[in-house]
Nanobody, 119 residues
Framework: VQLQASGGGLVQAGGSLRLSCTASGDFYKFNLRSWYRRTPGKQRELVADITTDDERSYANAVKGRFTISNEYGQDVFYLQMNNLKPEDTGVYYC??????????????WGPGTLVTVSS
């Protein structure tokens, strides 16, 4: 599977963006869809993930502000980001992987999309 993240850009604090992850290939084989980000000075970290059964989890830093969702019938999933903060600035990556027996396994990465939040 190949993934392409899009939708990043420059936004003021308090604003919103919606990121899209478009997949090509055997996307249906992956039951876990995730968004990660790399912010300045930090390693890549999990932002949110969702299973094909719509089970969601979020990093504490984004709970209540970000929403991850699937688009059924389409090889795409989203990350709606509201009330953005300067500390959300970074490169956002999507990933398609597996969840089984309580273990998450990441799949291939695509190029990220840059999100810049100005204060």
């Amino acid at each position: 599977v190949q993934l392409q993240a899009s939708g990043g850009g420059l936004v003021q604090a308090g604003g919103s963006l919606r990121l899209s992850c478009t997949a090509s290939g055997d996307f249906y084989k992956f039951n876990l869809r995730s968004w990660y980000r790399r912010t300045p000075g930090k390693q890549r970290e999990l932002v949110a993930d969702i299973t094909t059964d719509d089970e969601r989890s979020y990093a504490n830093a984004v709970k209540g502000r970000f929403t991850i969702s699937n688009e059924y019938g389409q090889d795409v999933f989203y990350l709606q980001m509201n009330n953005l903060k300067p500390e959300d600035t970074g490169v956002y990556y999507c990933n398609a992987g597996y969840l089984g027996a309580g273990r998450k396994t990441l799949g291939p990465w695509g190029p990220g999309t840059l999100v810049t939040v100005s204060s």
